[in-house]
């Protein structure tokens, strides 16, 4: 079993940075591919970066290429994204996901998700 913990959202102005963090625990962490997903209201949830066990393979979705970027620390358990220039259009309910096949967590398809933390851009 894996648990997710997610943290590092809150309430940032337009063009503002934040950084979130998703501690794990269980299994092997560094051995599983990693995953950003994020939930607007109204909306459903889609996908953000993902990132393999050696950080190797990166992907972003269009939407964030350029201001996001994902990375993890094997030694510490963690994913990471840091959220640079940010608009309104990213608040939405950011969630990691884990699994060991990269289909899986990229097609939202994760055998383990965390439980979610709020980001709201205000304009």
């Known amino acids: 079993q894996v648990q997710l913990v997610e943290s590092g959202g809150g309430l940032v102005q337009a063009g503002g940075s934040l950084r979130l963090s998703c501690a794990t625990s269980?299994?092997?962490?560094?051995?599983?591919?990693m995953a950003w997903f994020r939930q607007a209201p109204g909306k459903e949830r889609g996908f953000v970066a993902t990132?393999?066990?050696?950080?190797?393979?990166?992907y972003y979705a269009d939407s964030v290429k350029g201001r996001f970027t994902i990375s993890r620390d094997n030694a510490k358990n963690t994913v990471y994204l840091q959220m640079n220039s940010l608009k309104p259009e990213d608040t939405a309910v950011y969630y990691c996901?884990?699994?060991?096949?990269?289909?899986?967590?990229?097609?939202?398809?994760?055998?383990?998700w965390g439980q979610g933390t709020q980001v709201t851009v205000s304009s």
């Open positions: 269980g299994r092997t962490f560094s051995t599983y591919y």
């Open positions: 996901a884990a699994d060991d096949e990269l289909h899986a967590v990229a097609t939202g398809r994760s055998h383990y």
């Open positions: 990132i393999s066990w050696n950080g190797d393979y990166i």
